[in-house]
């Protein structure tokens, strides 16, 4: 054989191309409709297939939520930010996710009216806020109080720039708004307990 000759890369399978139809289906329904009013019907029709196949993938509608809204932050690992600039870069990562991922948009959607979105809004910060709140704040036992002040900031901002649409959070541009909550964020993180 041919040093030079190289295997070309196997084309995708058919199942890896409809658990992403479905996956991408069940982000949009979720979004538009919440997720007490999506239904693996509704979900399929968009998917363009037999809804038969979205409970082979993934067994029942929690099932497919819980797939549907995994998310990685992305977020830096706690040591790679220095302790004074945690706030600006949490905000600018923040801002780029939401920018860039309307699965964050679709969750913090269907978590403002659903349980099990809120659940799984609220493991996702504890699993990945969580342990960066600890590198950084003063005393670990108040990072869970931190992060979710935090949270408070960052899910406030998504809910209004995002959500909501309100004007004024609409038109600000990403510069603008890291450097108005960029300190906030680093107070929350790193300040001393208020007396």
Request: net charge positive.
């Amino acid at each position: 054989m041919n040093a030079n000759s190289s295997t070309p890369p196997a084309p995708p399978r058919r199942s890896d191309a409809t658990r992403t139809a479905i996956l991408d289906a069940a982000r949009e329904r979720f979004a538009a409709d919440g997720y007490e009013r999506a239904t693996i019907r509704a979900i399929a029709k968009h998917a363009n297939i037999d809804p038969s196949m979205v409970m082979r993938y993934y067994g029942n509608k929690e099932g497919l939520f819980a797939a549907a809204m995994a998310i990685d932050l992305k977020l830096p690992k706690p040591g790679a930010l220095s302790r004074e600039d945690v706030g600006r870069a949490l905000v600018t990562h923040f801002l780029g996710m939401w920018e860039e991922n309307e699965v964050l948009t679709a969750l913090l959607r269907v978590g403002a009216t659903n349980q099990a979105g809120a659940e799984r809004m609220q493991g996702i910060f504890a699993d990945q806020l969580l342990p960066l709140a600890r590198r950084v704040c003063p005393d670990p036992e108040q990072a869970p109080a931190r992060a979710a002040l935090v949270s408070s900031q960052l899910l406030g901002l998504a809910l209004t720039r995002y959500v909501l649409r309100f004007p004024p959070a609409v038109a600000l541009a990403p510069e603008e708004l890291v450097a108005w909550l960029a300190p906030t964020v680093q107070r929350y993180l790193t300040a001393p307990h208020p007396a």
